[in-house]
Nanobody, 126 residues
């Protein structure tokens, strides 16, 4: 099985930056997607960004973050990164990474992902 561990969360003031990482415990598959979602109480899981392991597809971003966040992947390390810049209070959430094993293309729908990390909390203060 694949275990995912997120790191890099914390507290930051509005306008600041944080970098998140998510490392898979072992080989995933030849082709896969790694993605970031976030959750807050009372709101459904929200897609943030996704990237494919082959590096040939343009990463996907939610409109709310596309001008501020960047996603990258290191397939050799089975690790995905999320660089979050110009953070806003509304970005406060628990951030989860996810893997869609054997994916040819990346989905923005949470239920298509096979493996999930435990999440890391991001808190942005005014």
């Amino acid at each position: 099985q694949v275990q995912l561990v997120e790191s890099g969360g914390g507290s930051v003031q509005a306008g600041g930056s944080l970098g998140l990482s998510c490392a898979a415990s072992n080989y995933i598959s030849d082709l896969y997607c790694m993605a970031w979602f976030r959750e807050t109480p009372g709101k459904q899981r929200e897609f943030i960004a996704a990237i494919h392991s082959d590096g040939t597809q343009r990463p996907d971003f939610a409109d709310s973050v596309k001008d501020r966040f960047a996603i990258s992947i290191d397939s050799a390390k089975n690790t995905v990164y999320l660089q979050m810049n110009n953070l806003k209070p509304e970005d406060t959430a628990r951030y989860y990474c996810a893997v869609d094993r054997n994916a040819w293309i990346c989905s923005i729908v949470a239920r298509y992902y096979n493996f999930w990390g435990q999440g890391t909390q991001v808190t942005v203060s005014s």
